[in-house]
């Protein structure tokens, strides 16, 4: 139900913001130009030495894909506006015969969020808008909770992910399968997670809530709006923020999950209602033409195609992150982008993830006016980074300083493991001494909030509520638009019940809690995996 959308701006978790502490919001404060010297500064790396890492980096492609760390890969990396390496390895979906190759389109979940801020850079670069542009001007009808920011937020915060909005708001909404206006609509309800300006918070809903604010004043959507101010113009012709676009190619990646320590490709993500976050589907032959324009600062084909300011706006360090998980490296966030220092100098990248199953990685280094993109079919898998880490270590230093891929797998199995082993220490099994429930009459009926929408608790059978592994009455959950998104209840103890809202994490299991009124009836429902920011709570209606 709500989307785990497992990486969460390129390498940091939910915790990253808290173990920075003060020296992050500190560092968050400095200006830019400071913080272009708190770091190696890379120089321009000869030709020989980049030709020299590709078959090792080749190599190494391969050997991932040998060693099932991931079903498929495509691979492209560009150094001085040239694409020197573009290739394919093993499978488009587990157990077929299907290649991947260079024009295979992946989904490419949060690494969309750079693509689309030079869409933005773009519209700006033709005065369509400003990074400054307040939302309030640009769209009266987008709101957050409290007045003042949502009288003042403007493109450039919520590209920063610096409005206040909780990270996940509006993921659980496009899980149960609300559309994006509706999701837009109802952020006005979400308590902020900081004060305006004052946190970080990674928000796929609020990304797209400027991207589409920021398109507005053409009068098309945002969809066309991409194709028209980047892909079309670079060529990028398998390129698209529609997912239609991309379930319609037949050279396509599936998604892939592990199932009994095997990779299979069971589960679909329809992403569209947060295109310009994480909807855009791409090639390694188009997303080279893509990097090209970065590492040239807005010209392509010796063309401007966007302003300089425009697109570099997009680079400067705005928001702290704290560091880097498995590098150490000072992260912070621009426009779209994550900005990091590191051994090898200043870098600007984006990591995505689907928990349904996808992979990707860009990154950057542009004073050695070099880039890679990583394109896997999987999740968990830290391939992606471990790769990229490997050849830049090659490209720099000559060698490989330590084996990248194990660590970023680490960093990618445990995202999910904290919240997994605590559901199972709650609700792996039910008291030996849990009271039964009551009729299954009394849970039954209609629930709604203004946040979650309506919820219809459904009785089938009759008398008792089965228990686990017994006979008797059973009862779904169902909720979303026409109540499509439905979930068998597994009773827990008396007035608590479980269900599994993730398809790709079936050991998660979730609470869902009734309060009984006087006249011996559920007056309310809770439901845990909706109730992060107190908006869990459904009344009932009759």
Known sequence: MMRREAERGGHGRKGARARAGMRATLLALLPAAVLWGAGARAEPVPAERVTAALPALAEMARKAVSDGGVPGLAIVVVHDDRVVFLEGFGLREAGRQERVDADTVFQLASMSKPISSTVVAALVSDKVVDWGSRVAELDPTFQLHDAYPSQQVTVRDLFAHRSGLPGDAGNELEGLGYDRATILDRLRLVPPSSSFRAGYSYSNFGLTAGAVAAATPTGKPWEEVAQEKLYRRLGMAATSSRYADFIAKDDRAELHVRVDGTWAAKLKRMPDAQAPAGGVSSSARDLGQWMRLELAQGLFGGQRLIAEDALAATHQPLMARGRNPVTGAASF??????????????????????????????????????????????????????????????????????????????????????????????????????????????????????????????????????????????????????????????????????????????????????????????????????????LGTLERVE
Do not use: C
């Open 333 to 534: 966030y621009g426009l779209g982008w994550n900005v990091e220092f590191d051994r090898h100098g200043v870098s600007w990248g984006h990591a995505g993830a689907f928990s349904l199953g996808a992979r990707t990685l860009v990154t950057l280094y542009p004073d050695s006016n070099i880039g890679i993109v990583v394109l896997a079919n999987a999740f968990p898998t830290g391939v992606p980074e471990g790769l990229a880490s490997s050849f830049f270590d090659l490209v720099f230093e000559g060698k490989v300083t330590r084996d990248w891929i194990p660590a970023w797998d680490a960093a990618y199995a445990g995202l999910f493991g904290p919240a997994i082993e605590a559901a199972q220490k709650t609700y792996g099994a039910p008291p030996k001494d849990a009271a039964p429930a009551l009729p299954a009459s009394a849970y039954a009926g209609r629930y709604a909030n203004a946040y979650i929408g309506p919820a219809e608790i459904v009785a089938t059978g009759g008398g008792a509520v089965a228990s686990a592994g017994g006979g008797g009455a059973a009862l779904e959950l169902r909720l979303g638009p026409d109540g499509k998104a439905r979930f068998p209840l597994t009773h827990f103890a008396r007035d608590v019940f479980t269900y599994r809202p993730a398809p790709e994490m079936p050991e998660l299991p979730v609470g869902v809690s009734f309060a009984i009124g006087p006249d011996g009836r559920a007056a309310s429902v809770t439901i845990e995996d909706l109730d992060g920011f107190g």
